[in-house]
């Protein structure tokens, strides 16, 4: 096995265990799975072994439960993961537009990676922040509302934010 | 008059998270106050005050906490419902982030009431700056002595910590987030026993949401009774509501429990009324699903209602007038109420109100429903899990144009044969609300089958 924790995971790793009654160590599964994630980029097989010989549990529970949640990444994506929250309060404002229009401005189908590594595509559910649909979370920021599609077919709002990102200056901050 | 707000308070305030912010607002005067007092007299306090669950349930929460054994030989836990998914909702996610001290005081006043040892956040796992925060509060508790070993000097021995959930809307149910604590996949436990008597680790333990132990704190500070007093007959307390969708002004709004729908969505105090059209002029309302996704949705002339839990079961039934010729009269008879005869009325839910207007395409919106409750059921039921993608493989061709009167049908018959044969709720959430269109706009589903195509603009 060549995966470790870094340093700085390792220290982690210990204080996630001592959130739980010492018989009880499988609880510190999703955490440990989440600092997997951070550590190693995304969810292989090789890290759920790891995980699983971490908190003394057979592989195949590992597996079953990074398969069960949707935010454990069991591919690599990009630098910025664009999660469109397309449930009916963004629905009705227009969130299918915005998948549609960030298929075609990254040419990438949801799902999809651009080949440059820096955008991957996926839809959400509901993000809980549905009065300012359509929104999307960029990595660990949700981007407050996009506004519309105008009539001539651009959408300022979105091109902006793209723009900010490959610039790398992160998710504009709303107003 | 605008009513005081409480659970609000913290919004507009700079630096509203912090502890000295919290504390200049009369923070943690409560908590010195409840450790004066007997336990059981917290739980009186608490039973006064009509507080109901705010998850969604609405079950009171003192007598839930009286299920609780008062003598037990292993730890009692307190979990904290942060997961905040249902389809609409969203307002714990502003306690946390703006007030996550209240949170914080709740949960100690609650585990001193209750003899527990320690507390569970369960927070959604993409909510990353609401965790942040509420951590960052947890950490200045401790500094503070107001966590840990005998909090300030009563005796009282307890621990808070934050758990993080990784993206599946069941956990949200409390004993598939007493799973996922557990370090398993999120699939709910068959009840009983409750949670109060084998929960967490097997222990008895209380799951309570946000913006339930959020109230705790007022209550002690200001009495059970008053707290009764600001809301109605068994609905205690301010409430937090949200208006979303095709209004002018979306957003969380905290109003007496007894507030009406109507109010929220046409005051200026709340969301303003309907968006305007190209015209200048409110577009008409054609459908507003009260409390998340899973509340059957009421028509434009349902919403003089009171958002209180019990006002809201008994409203908004659909009716037999309504029964379009060509859908089977037992099989529509069946639809309309319980079994036993008791009218489907619509829920509370989680108060957090979806507006849509004239342009929406209703076998969309359930069409939209369906694939939501299809790719979050957890698997174990065979009716939830077979009848959530059956429903929206219907509706999905309904919507196509490739659909008949019979499926409509079908979509009927799906959902009754759904509802009370499975774990958890789930099952019944999708059927209930997946029916509700039908039963409400049957007109809506018959043009599409008869047009071979939606005939609404494209969304
Ligand atoms: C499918 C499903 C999802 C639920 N999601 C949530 C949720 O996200 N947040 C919440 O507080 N309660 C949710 N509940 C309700 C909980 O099971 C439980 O009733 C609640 O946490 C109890 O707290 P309360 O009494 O303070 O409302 C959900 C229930 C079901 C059946
Ligand atoms: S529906 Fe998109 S955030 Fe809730």
Redesign the interface.
Known sequence: MTLHFSEQGEQEFQSILG?Y?ED?R??????T??LAQREFGYVSLEAMEYVASR?SLPTSKVL??AT?????NKRPVGRYHLQVC????C????A??LLEYLEARLEVERGETTGDGLFTLSE??????????PML?CN???TGCLGARREDGTWPEVDALLDSLRAGRGVPVQG | MAMEKILTSAVGVPESWTIGSYEKRGGYAALRKALQMEPAAIIDEVKKSNLRGRGGAGFPTGVKWGFLPRESNV?KYLVINAD???????K??LLMELDPHRLVEGCIITGWALGMRACYVFI??????EAHRVQRAIDEAYRAKLLGENILGSGLTYDM?V???????ICGEETALIE???????QPRMKPPFPAVVGL?SCPTIVNNVETIAAVPTIIERGGEWWAEQGCERNGGPKMY?????VRR???FEASHGVTLEELIFSDEFAGGPRLGKDGKPKKIKGV?PGG?SCPVLTPEELGVRMDFDSMMSHGAASASKRPEWVDEQLWTDSLSWPGGRPRGTMLGTG?A?V?DED?CMVR?AA??AH?YH??SCGQCTPCREGSGWTARVLDSIEAGTGTERDVELLLEICNNMEGNTICPFGDAVAMAVRSYVLKYPEEFYLHVKQGGCPYPH?
């Open positions: 959130r009654p009880h499988r609880a510190a599964l999703l955490p799975l989440h908190l079953h439960v069960f949640y949707t935010m454990y397309k449930s009916i309060s629905a009705v404002m227009g299918y537009g959400a559910e509901c993000l809980a922040a549905c009065d300012k649909g979370q660990e920021d949700y | 730890p905040e998914g249902e389809p609409g909702t969203f714990d996610h959604r796992g993409e909510m990353f700056q910590y758990h993080m959930g990784a993206g599946a809307y996922a604590l557990e370090g398993k996949a999120g680790f949200g208006v979303s969708g095709h979306p957003g969380v699903i996704a957090c979806l849509m929406v919106v939209n429903l939501f790719h979050e969304w």
